[in-house]
């Protein structure tokens, strides 16, 4: 039986030696150098058992019956000719937009389909969303066997090419969460010593193998721990809530969908925090019901999104005077998940020729349906990028539903 005792931290001490050079640090800071502070011990919960207040375990198991039920209304639509196929897709980018912004990484989605393009030019955030994208993808890819090495695999797509962060490699430093950049003394949190880490992370993944722990309820303490284990120097965050879709995953969940979780975590990131200090203090109910609630919130967003592009799709169709059988209609579905295209990416997606497509594309101007503009200057038509605003106003007004909650 889990007591309060029983999955709360334990401390341990450490001499503090930092890293940084003497000469750079403040006077107070250098008087710390040799002086203890204390690092979180986390629980071993391998073989925890978890007994839950009956009102949360029961909102768990209810929220996991909901994103089942709302994995299948989606799939439905998921036949080899069906209009929104496309929403599988569009769901997994949402999904990292939301996860990113509680990192306050924030991108809007004309951005974010331009830097899915490669054009560089719109920002550092939206090229670390499209990175996060690759995470999830890669997390829902290895599903099947969630072990130490899938960890690494994620952490390795979503920080690729930033060395900081030793993508796809364990820390091998102390880190620390609030206070001061100079030693851990006046930190909020700190995580546990790196060379805890590896046994750390093999208990947790122990623990992701159960099949006695109600789904939504061992995903929700799994991401807490992993928070708390903290193995990385940097993308633990994003990380840990992709970790939480390869269990929904695994565990029959989902199948052809991304709920959107990390959306109905945005809605009130204070109550998430809050609810992770709770695990590290012994309670694991709040960080079960946060993320019961943020499930069902994450639904209503999701089903509100797919309405709007049925809604914007039933219009395009409408409005497409060119022939059904034509690469103009082809191009509709492409549209709906990648809201800025090129030449070239149709091209690429359909097998159609480019004076076909380039044809299709003006059609498609024609009938209101996209606008084109020349993104690496004007009259090179190679480097156009055909944009349906439609679309883009969709997936803002989702991330609006989903804001940060900043009472």
Partial sequence: MTTMAALALDWERYPWEPQTPYASMSRSAASRIGKPYSAAVPATIAAMRFDLDPAVASTAEDARAEVTRFDAELSAMFSDDAELAPLASVLLRTESASSSQI?????????????????????????????????MERAIQLAESINPETILDIHEALMRGQAHADPGQFRSQQVWIGG?????????????????????????????????????????????????????????GRTGRALVHAMLQRGGATRRTTVPVSAGLLTNTRTYFEALTAYREG?????????????????????????????????????????????AWRILPILLSQPAVTSRLVQGRTGASQPAVDRALRQLVDAGIVVGKGEHGEGRKRDTVWRSDDVIAALDNFGERARRDQR
């Avoid at 995580?191 to 880490?197: A, D, K, N, S, Y």
């Avoid at 609630?293 to 309405?307: Q, T």
Wanted: with cysteine; aromatic share 6%; hydrophobic share 45%.
């Fill in 283 to 327: 309670d694991p109910n709040p960080i079960v019901a946060r993320f019961s609630d943020a499930s069902f919130s994450a639904i209503s967003n999701g089903r509100h999104l797919a309405a709007d592009l049925d809604g914007i799709n039933r219009g395009w169709r409408e409005r497409l005077s060119a022939r059904r059988d034509s690469v």
């Fill in 180 to 236: 001061a950049d100079a030693s851990p003394h006046t930190a909020d949190f700190v995580p546990p010593h790196h060379e805890r880490i590896p046994a750390a992370i093999d208990d947790l993944c122990s623990f992701v193998a159960r099949t006695d722990v109600p789904l939504i309820a061992q995903a929700a303490i799994a991401h807490a721990q992993f928070e708390t284990i903290h193995p990385f120097n940097d993308g633990n």
């Fill in 103 to 135: 990192e306050n990484i924030t991108a809007g989605s004309r951005a974010l389909a331009l830097a899915e393009l490669g054009l560089t030019r719109y920002g550092s955030n939206a090229k670390l969303v499209v990175a996060n994208v690759d995470a």
